[in-house]
């Protein structure tokens, strides 16, 4: 267990509509990621927070947006979905300061868009 | 920009047998970390070793290993005595020093699929 707990850990939705994936990170932890890995795909960055402020985006699609709250969880928006956007995402934590380098990844939320 | 390159989209080793996944990487740092993390089936991602760019020694984790050529900017990971669990997917990753910075990302390469032959 890596000590971050995402949720839902599956969903299934239509074209067109708008999901919220949760993530709550390592207790500790300040920063947050998010990563998309599609199928067959490799993990692709799509955005860092750390203590509530984003430190950096990749490839992040316009219609997607995230925030951290001042508890330090993390919310993934993904509005207006489409058959492409069905992925797994995960969320990871590290911690600010005192930290071994490496992130601690959620269990992930499978979307599928319909 | 660091890129990290897998070429092998996929290995096989016999059960008990050492097998060698390969890894590049491209930067212009001088101080850096090097993972890898392992992807069972069930999706999660577990790290399984870890290397610091400053200190020369390869890093060793119980049967994983690693061999660090930083001037070549190589990071293979041998896994001895291969087991039936380790079959996986395996990423290599590279993240820079900076732990809150805007490039504080991992950057991971394709993957690599390891089957292990019983």
Redesign the interface.
């Known amino acids: 267990d890596s000590g971050v707990t995402q949720t839902p850990k599956h969903l299934i939705t239509a074209t067109g509509q708008r999901v919220t994936l949760r993530c709550s990170p390592r207790s500790g932890d300040l920063s947050v990621y998010w990563y998309q890995q599609s199928l067959d795909q490799g993990l692709q960055f799509l955005i860092h927070y750390y203590n509530g402020e984003e430190r950096a985006k990749g490839n992040i699609l316009e219609r997607f947006s995230a925030q951290q709250f001042p508890d330090l969880h993390s919310e993934l928006n993904l509005s207006s979905l489409e058959l492409g956007d069905s992925a797994l995402y995960f969320c990871a934590s590290s911690v600010g300061t005192l930290t071994t380098g490496e992130l601690f990844f959620g269990e992930g939320s499978r979307l599928t868009v319909l | 920009a660091q890129t990290v390159t897998q070429s092998q989209p996929e290995m096989s080793v016999q059960e008990a047998e050492t097998v060698t996944l390969s890894c590049t990487y491209d930067t212009s740092e001088s101080d850096y970390?090097l993972?890898w993390?392992k992807q069972p089936p069930?999706?999660?991602?577990?790290?399984v070793i870890?290397q610091?760019a400053y200190k020369q020694q390869n890093a060793t984790e119980n049967r994983f290993s690693v061999n660090f050529q930083k001037a070549a900017k190589s990071f293979s990971l041998k896994i001895s005595d291969s087991q039936l669990g380790d079959a996986a997917m395996y990423?290599c990753a590279y993240?820079s020093?900076s732990?809150?910075?805007?490039?504080?990302?991992?950057?991971?390469?394709?993957?690599i699929t390891l089957s292990v032959r019983p």
């Open positions: 970390y993972f993390y069930s999706r999660q991602m577990i790290l870890r610091e990423f993240r020093p732990f809150t910075g805007a490039n504080s990302k991992l950057t991971f390469g394709k993957g």
